[in-house]
């Protein structure tokens, strides 16, 4: 587990800023060809232990949500389920779960892009650090190979929050990626690397090549440097946002 956080609760104009961010989230998402009908969830904590987040409602498509559109639920509320606009059960497992047993995770961002899945259907869906990008994740990724369907109980759940660990980033075996952060353009950032990451891997693999596997001092070293960088997601996620601004504003509503 990621264990205690020192986060304070998110309040007042924190809050809503953060209602517009994960809102961006979810149109960038479809910007980029991430979303999937109306299904896949993204979500964010506003209490320090995580237990309280917004999250989107169910089946309402990613292109369409606003900032009033996210739920603010309770991991710990049994009665969540039986209210209008109730996320489906596997947002609630897997969502609900992580953030409740993950209270240093602030941000959870969960969909199936397609290289990513792809990555996550191989029978070893390790990501081969083969360049700056695919060896950011190196010795930060967590892999779970326990896909059992539908996420719908609380044992899945828990087994992927067991599975991320103290990790940023998880691989869902034939399922998906989900990326954690501290704030929505982090998350966003890594979501945006792990799938030009995957994308790059997987069409290493296609070439039928043997791949240039750099060794762990480099793979390491690499991804340590890249902490210097760590500004690049909030002059990007700024940028993208701007983009939506001059497009269609309306996520921040």
Known sequence: MNGQTSHADVTGDD????????AAAFRLCVEFGWSESVGNHLSAAVSADGKRFLMNPKWKHFGSIR????????????????????????????HGTIHRECPAVRVLLHC????????STLKDPSMKPIDNNTARFFGRLGIDLGFGGIADDAEEGERLARSLGSNKTLLMGNHGVT??????????????FFEKAAKTLMLAYSSGQALNILSDEIARKTAEGWHAYKG??????????????????????
Request: proline share 6%; hydrophobic share 40%.
């Open 15 to 22: 809050l809503a800023q953060l209602r517009i961010d994960l």
């Open 67 to 94: 900032a009033s559109d996210l739920l603010l639920l309770d991991a710990d509320d049994r009665t969540v389920m039986s209210r209008p606009n109730a996320p489906d059960p596997s947002a609630w497992t897997v």
């Open 112 to 119: 199936h892009p397609p290289y990513a899945t792809a990555l």
């Open 179 to 192: 990326c954690t952060g501290d704030t929505v353009a982090e998350a966003f950032e890594d979501l945006y």
């Open 232 to 253: 690049m997601a909030f002059a990007h996620f700024d940028y993208l946002k701007s983009t939506l601004d001059r497009s269609n504003a309306s996520y921040k509503e």
